[in-house]
């Protein structure tokens, strides 16, 4: 059994009858008081292994790592694997550095250097942010009036996970998205799959709502190559585009923690988290590579509607979402609903909230 702590009740795994204990803490953007009140609980829940799901938790663990209560185990990165893991411009650097492709890549100072920028690249390009993660902040542009209008806007405060003052701009690449994803111990792989994303929300790219295991050896290699160069310890996951011309793997994000697609893992026949929980006791594992291709994992709730929302071919996406599949697993399990149906409550309180009708959480 394990317990789930978190700043707020709305998470899927709050809601799992798996769950032990159900744990109010501060925001993990709170850093040291975050890190400080896990560990003042760790000895009355019986806490060892600390396992951070986002980016929030993970930068308050990795840069208060000395906070740690003795007995809490992680599996961490070191900080400057960790900052360098965050920042799009540096680890297209490194990419540049070590051989491995990546989409031309600028942060221009303001409105005139992105209009050159993006001569550089050519229309379509994209507009992202310096730091952050998922689809938050990414724009698909298509002219110079586009471009101009966007570095034009006001900006939103910036906080531990989002810089949305710097701005890149970033060529884009006509592809398929594949990633290779590990588990390192101290810059050393110990396990390694590599996935396709099927369907994505949003729908031009974002998190996984249907991803399949793959064997892509260009992928998995390109992946290991800039985990390695960071020295990484724990899991990670690099996101590339396969662009469809040449079939050349680009490199255009690291999640340098678990990732949403996580559960495709344990299907496949490699399970990330119980190999975390080794890797933090231990400091090593023992080499595990061998998983199933031709594994589905699809995330039917609230995604099916979603996609539906946005697609011309209803027809497919329910057929992708909810009909019975070989080797297809899904979140939805009848002995655990509860996960499944908190997604579905977050999206509808979500989208009251974006209309006007309900308050967020």
Request: hydrophobic share 40%.
């Amino acid at each position: 059994m394990v317990d789930v702590a978190g700043d707020r009740f709305f998470g899927q795994a709050y809601w799992s009858r798996a769950v032990r204990n159900r744990v109010r803490l501060p925001h993990p953007r709170a850093g040291a008081a975050y890190v400080d009140e896990v560990s003042r609980l760790a000895p009355s829940y019986g806490w060892n292994v600390l396992l951070p799901l986002n980016d929030y938790t993970m930068h308050a663990a990795v840069t208060n790592r000395n906070r740690l209560a003795p007995a809490l185990r992680a599996a961490l990165p070191d900080p400057e694997a960790w900052h360098v893991s965050r920042d799009k411009l540096r680890i297209t650097e490194l990419a540049n550095r070590i051989g491995v492709a990546a989409p031309l890549t600028f942060r221009p100072q303001d409105e005139q250097e992105a209009v050159e920028a993006a001569r550089a690249t050519g229309y379509p390009c994209v507009v992202k942010l310096r730091r952050g993660c998922g689809a938050v902040g990414r724009r698909y542009v298509s002219s110079e009036a586009e471009l101009k209008a966007i570095f034009r806007e006001g900006r939103k405060p910036s906080d531990t996970v989002f810089d949305f003052e710097q701005l890149l701009v970033q060529q884009w690449i006509d592809g398929e998205p594949r990633d290779a994803c590990a588990i390192f111990a101290h810059g050393e792989p110990r396990s390694v799959y590599v996935q396709k994303k099927l369907r994505t929300w949003a729908v031009d790219g974002g998190r996984a709502t249907i991803v399949e295991t793959i064997e892509d050896p260009a992928v998995r290699e390109a992946g290991l190559a800039i985990m390695r160069a960071l020295r990484w310890h724990g899991p990670i996951e690099t996101e590339f585009r396969v662009e469809r011309r040449t079939g050349k793997p680009y490199l255009l994000d690291i999640n340098g923690r678990t990732w949403a697609a996580i559960a495709l893992s344990v299907a496949a026949g490699l399970d990330f988290p119980a190999m975390y929980c080794r890797l933090a006791f231990t400091g090593d594992l023992e080499p595990s590579y061998d998983y199933r291709t031709g594994v589905r994992y699809r995330w039917p709730f609230p995604f099916t509607l979603l996609s539906l929302a946005r697609s011309q071919d209803r027809f497919q996406v329910l057929k992708d979402f909810l009909l019975p599949a070989p080797n297809t697993y899904s979140d939805w399990r009848w002995d655990d609903p509860g996960p499944a149906l908190a997604e579905l409550l977050l999206a509808a309180l979500r989208a009251g909230r974006l209309f006007g009708h309900a308050p967020g959480p």
